[in-house]
């Protein structure tokens, strides 16, 4: 019985290893098959990106630019209208990281001075937008102006502070002078899989009776898409 | 003050983007077609040197209108209004001009102007550079790079591409007019003409060495040691890049082309290639791109044009390059010297009218001299001059061959002849077709069918002299061919023991042709005669009655 299973293993591991493919090319699986290239009809890539805040001359939120950033990672998705024109939508992940200037003026969100502050908000993105493409390509993107509205929901609201003598960190949650949505515009140049991109909040970041001075309200950035 | 100066900053830097961009769009590069070549008068002798003259003597090929020079009364009128007038093509009959949207509107008043086309082109050199170290290992690859197309046959004839005239199209050539490996070239004034169509001079011994690279692969010599197989040939070098990967502009090809033409070149070697950056796959036709009609234009005028097939074959772009499409092109894939089969990045045929492509094939990896110092190199770049140097020795062993002749001797030769698939064409060119020393294949296999299967056995009474063996690789090749030879899959497999292959007759339907290359020998099957299949013998190959 036992020659007999082990006779049964033997015999289609000798058909299997008969004959060992170099090349197997089916022709109609790989020849002039493509129908979703990044200048076809239908088109979507994933993308990350990091972008920087760069305060804003009409709030007196003050916020530390080096230290405040948002990283992206989400996927886009464009339907081709005609050789320069296009629509899209954008579903994505924000992570916002606003770093809270320490000095004398400061009032957000109150005047305690810390070794560090900080605002971090996740969201998640819906981004609509219109694709100007400019210049004749063949099947790559090429160069093209990206600009609509986007909308946030603010999954995670989190106040954070610092203070290394003691080795203390303090998390404040469910913070209830934080709006849990945001909007506003963005504008994306984009060559291929490279992307300089704008966002700007046109939404209040704080509830109103809170008065507190908004942050930086423009962020600027770039992004890689990921695709061949 | 200083976040109002950076916001500033970051304005200013959009607006310069568009700034730029705005600029740069109202001057655009155009092809401008005229009607006719009315009182235009042409006198050859003087246009031509006497090896162009000879070369279409030799090929029944007449001077026609499209050899005439242009209008000269046309050219004036847009000379006068375009911003800049650069180039005149006679083959189509335009001019290459750059101006802006307001001076096109004049130019398309003239009711001699028949059309008007924008030039914007992106190419991609075929060169995949891996490793620039020197390793013990290179001496063997470098002898084999020409051995593989049994090149000491034609060393032992004495051939070496000698009075053949090839010329190259590439990013440039530093070094060959210093580095020892082209003394012999420069020495014996085999450099026949040079000229850089970039910047309208005539030195090409500078920028990207790529075409230092190919040159090497044609004619290169290591002391006594060749790198390619035409050491004896003549060269006309033409810089149409401007540097590698990926920009250029298809007007410096069209240029090159007419301008080896005029200086009697008989071969082209052109390792350069336009791909989804400027077209989608399905115009790979043949007919789409201006640089495959100046292919075929060429090849009509008695030039050989080799091209490369491209390295998208494992990119998402995967088939060949233009103007590889080009049906009278001879488009060469690349092969791993190891496995002897299709080197992953090399494109794959078929063109998108279904058209075979690629022709043959050769190493894709290769030990090349760069502009100071010995490298080895990837790419169908290098398969590319390694084929147009087995050309000129052809040519030169046949001198009354004329281009497709030799196009079709060149295919005959190869090794899988007459298999073919859409990665390795015919295969790789053998020198033995052209010497004499070609050996008629013995059958090295045969069909059987068993129920629903047609089986391939191996034939036990192959006897080593009549069986031609290239490589240590034991390779079967087959493909599926419907009944327009459109091939509908193709495979190699190692052979592991007597049964070769097994295809299920059902998968032959309509007509469907099996054929299978095995050891030098090929034959084929169709479900109908099953009795039957068709066999290619020595005697045939040679007659070129297949």
Same mark, same amino acid.
């Given at each position: 019985?036992k020659?007999?299973i082990?006779?049964m293993?033997l015999v289609?591991?000798?058909?299997?290893?008969?004959?060992?493919p170099?090349?197997?090319?089916?022709?109609?699986?790989?020849a002039?098959?493509?129908?979703d290239g990044?200048?076809?009809?239908d088109?979507?890539?994933?993308?990350?990106?990091?972008g920087?805040?760069?305060?804003?001359?009409?709030?007196?939120g003050?916020i530390?630019p080096?230290?405040?950033?948002?990283?992206?990672?989400g996927?886009?998705y464009?339907?081709?209208?005609s050789?320069?024109?296009?629509?899209?939508?954008?579903i994505?992940?924000n992570?916002?990281?606003y770093?809270?200037?320490?000095d004398?003026?400061?009032v957000f969100?109150?005047?305690?001075?810390h070794?560090k502050?900080k605002?971090?908000?996740n969201?998640f993105?819906?981004?609509?937008?219109?694709?100007?493409?400019?210049?004749?390509?063949g099947?790559?993107l090429g160069?093209y102006?990206?600009?609509?509205?986007?909308?946030?929901?603010?999954?995670s609201?989190?106040?954070k502070?610092?203070e290394y003598?003691e080795?203390?960190?303090?998390?404040?949650?469910?913070?209830?002078?934080?709006?849990?949505?945001?909007?506003?515009?963005?504008?994306?140049?984009?060559?291929d899989?490279?992307?300089?991109?704008a966002?700007w909040?046109?939404?209040?970041?704080?509830?109103?009776?809170?008065?507190?001075?908004?942050l930086?309200?423009l962020?600027?950035?770039?992004?890689?898409?990921?695709?061949? | 003050?200083?976040r109002?100066f950076?916001?500033?900053?970051i304005i200013?830097?959009?607006?310069?983007i568009?700034?730029?961009?705005?600029?740069?769009?109202?001057?655009?590069?155009y092809?401008i077609?005229?009607?006719?070549?009315?009182?235009?008068i042409?006198?050859?002798?003087?246009?031509?040197?006497?090896?162009?003259?000879?070369?279409?003597h030799?090929?029944?090929?007449?001077?026609?209108?499209?050899? %005439?020079?242009? *209008?000269e009364s046309?050219?004036?009128?847009?000379?006068? /209004? @375009?911003?800049?007038?650069?180039?005149? =093509?006679?083959?189509?009959?335009?001019?290459?001009?750059?101006?802006?949207?307001?001076?096109?509107?004049?130019?398309?008043?003239?009711?001699?102007?028949t059309?008007v086309k924008?030039?914007?082109?992106?190419?991609?050199?075929?060169?995949y550079?891996y490793?620039?170290?020197?390793k013990?290992?290179?001496?063997?690859?470098?002898?084999?790079?020409?051995e593989?197309?049994q090149?000491?046959?034609?060393?032992?004839?004495n051939i070496?591409?000698?009075?053949?005239?090839?010329?190259?199209?590439?990013?440039?050539?530093?070094?060959?007019?210093?580095?020892?490996?082209?003394?012999s070239?420069?020495?014996?004034g085999?450099?026949?003409?040079?000229?850089?169509?970039?910047?309208?001079?005539?030195?090409? %011994?500078?920028? *990207?060495?790529?075409?230092?690279?190919?040159?090497?692969? /044609? @004619?290169?010599?290591?002391?006594?040691? =060749?790198?390619?197989?035409?050491?004896g040939?003549?060269?006309?070098?033409?810089?149409?890049?401007?540097?590698t990967?990926?920009?250029?502009e298809?007007?410096?090809?069209m240029?090159?082309?007419?301008?080896?033409d005029?200086n009697?070149a008989?071969?082209?070697?052109?390792?350069l290639g336009y791909?989804?950056?400027?077209?989608?796959?399905?115009?790979?036709n043949?007919?789409?791109?201006?640089v495959?009609?100046?292919?075929?234009l060429?090849?009509k005028?008695?030039?050989?044009?080799?091209?490369?097939m491209?390295n998208e074959?494992?990119?998402?772009?995967?088939?060949?390059?233009?103007?590889?499409d080009a049906d009278?092109?001879?488009?060469?894939?690349?092969?791993?010297?190891?496995k002897?089969?299709?080197?992953?990045?090399?494109?794959?045929?078929?063109?998108?009218?279904?058209r075979?492509?690629?022709?043959?094939?050769?190493?894709?990896?290769?030990?090349?001299?760069?502009?100071?110092?010995?490298?080895?190199?990837?790419?169908?770049?290098?398969?590319?001059?390694?084929?147009?140097?087995?050309?000129?020795?052809?040519?030169?062993?046949?001198?009354g061959?004329?281009?497709?002749?030799?196009?079709?001797?060149i295919?005959?030769?190869?090794?899988?002849?007459?298999y073919y698939?859409?990665?390795?064409?015919?295969?790789?060119?053998?020198?033995?077709?052209?010497?004499?020393d070609?050996?008629?294949?013995e059958?090295?296999?045969?069909?059987?069918?068993h129920?629903d299967?047609?089986?391939?056995?191996?034939?036990h009474?192959?006897?080593?002299?009549?069986?031609?063996?290239?490589n240590?690789?034991?390779?079967?090749?087959?493909?599926?061919?419907?009944?327009?030879?459109?091939?509908?899959?193709?495979?190699?497999?190692?052979?592991?023991?007597?049964?070769?292959?097994?295809?299920?007759?059902?998968?032959?339907?309509?007509?469907?042709?099996?054929?299978?290359?095995?050891k030098?020998?090929?034959?084929?099957?169709?479900?109908a005669d099953k009795?039957?299949?068709q066999?290619?013998?020595?005697?045939?190959?040679?007659?070129g009655?297949?």
């Open positions: 019985m020659k007999i082990i006779l293993f289609p591991s000798v058909n299997l290893f008969s004959q060992e170099q090349i197997d090319k089916d022709v109609k699986d790989y002039y098959v493509s129908k990044p200048n076809r009809k088109f979507g890539h994933f993308y990350f990106g990091l920087c805040m760069t305060g804003n001359p009409t709030d007196s003050k530390i080096v230290a405040s950033f948002n990283f992206i990672s996927y886009r464009k339907r081709k209208i050789n320069c024109y296009a629509l899209g939508y954008d994505s992940y992570l916002k990281n770093g809270i200037l320490q004398t003026l400061k969100p109150n005047k305690i001075t070794d502050e605002l971090v908000n969201n993105e819906f981004e609509v937008f219109n694709r100007i493409n400019i210049g004749k390509r099947d790559i160069f102006i990206d600009f609509g509205p986007y909308f946030d929901y603010i999954f609201a989190r106040f502070t610092y003598a080795n203390e960190k303090t998390v404040f949650k469910d913070l209830d002078y934080t709006n849990w949505f945001e909007y506003g515009i963005k504008a994306r140049i984009g060559i899989r490279y992307i300089l991109f966002s909040r046109l939404s209040d970041m704080f509830v109103k009776k809170y008065n507190y001075p908004e930086s309200r962020i600027i950035g770039l992004q890689i898409g990921l695709f061949k | 003050m200083i109002v950076r916001v500033r900053l200013l830097l959009i607006a310069d568009f700034f730029v961009s705005s600029v740069s769009a109202q001057n655009q590069n092809w077609f005229f009607k006719d070549k009315n009182d235009v042409f006198n050859p002798s003087a246009y031509f040197c006497s090896k162009a003259i000879e070369r279409r030799k090929s029944g090929i007449s001077f026609d209108s499209t050899d %005439y020079p242009l *209008n046309y050219v004036e009128s847009i000379r006068k /209004i @375009a911003e800049n007038l650069y180039y005149q =093509s006679s083959w189509l009959n335009a001019v290459a001009v750059k101006c802006n949207s307001s001076q096109i509107k004049e130019i398309v008043s003239f009711p001699f102007v059309g924008r030039i914007e082109m992106v190419s991609k050199t075929c060169a550079k490793d620039t170290r020197v013990d290992d290179w001496n063997d690859l470098l002898k084999k790079q020409t593989r197309m090149g000491s046959l034609f060393r032992k004839n070496n591409g000698h009075g053949v005239r090839i010329a190259i199209f590439d990013a440039g050539f530093p070094g060959v007019d210093k580095n020892p490996i082209f003394e070239i420069r020495e014996e085999r450099i026949i003409k040079t000229y850089d169509f970039v910047r309208g001079k005539e030195n090409v %011994y500078r920028h *990207n060495q790529h075409g230092t690279m190919v040159l090497s692969c /044609i @004619a290169g010599m290591i002391d006594t040691v =060749s790198m390619g197989l035409a050491t040939a003549e060269f006309l070098l033409a810089r149409t890049e401007t540097f990967e990926p920009y250029s298809e007007v410096n090809w240029a090159a082309v007419e301008w080896a005029k009697g008989q071969i082209i070697s052109s390792s791909n989804y950056k400027r077209y989608f796959d399905t115009d790979m043949g007919h789409t791109s201006l495959s009609k100046a292919a075929n060429a090849a005028k008695g030039i050989l044009v080799i091209t490369a491209g074959g494992d990119s998402r772009w995967t088939m060949l390059v233009t103007p590889a009278s092109a001879l488009s060469i894939a690349g092969i791993d010297p190891e002897d089969i299709h080197i992953s990045f090399s494109s794959f045929g078929p063109t998108a009218d279904w075979m492509k690629p022709n043959v094939c050769a190493y894709g990896e290769a030990i090349v001299a760069g502009s100071h110092k010995l490298e080895k190199a990837y790419g169908t770049s290098f398969s590319t001059p390694l084929v147009a140097g087995f050309a000129a020795c052809a040519l030169q062993l046949r001198k061959l004329k281009n497709m002749e030799l196009f079709k001797d295919e005959r030769s190869a090794h899988l002849y007459p698939d859409y990665a390795h064409g015919y295969g790789v060119p053998q020198a033995s077709f052209f010497t004499g070609y050996k008629i294949p059958p090295t296999f045969s069909f059987e069918v129920g299967t047609v089986t391939v056995k191996i034939k009474e192959l006897t080593p002299e009549t069986t031609i063996i290239y240590k690789n034991e390779y079967i090749y087959y493909h599926i061919a419907n009944k327009n030879n459109v091939l509908e899959k193709f495979a190699v497999l190692n052979e592991w023991d007597e049964t070769l292959l097994e295809i299920p007759l059902e998968k032959l339907s309509d007509d469907k042709v099996l054929r299978v290359h095995y030098g020998y090929t034959a084929s099957f169709k479900a009795d039957k299949y066999k290619v013998s020595g005697e045939e190959r040679l007659a009655n297949y």
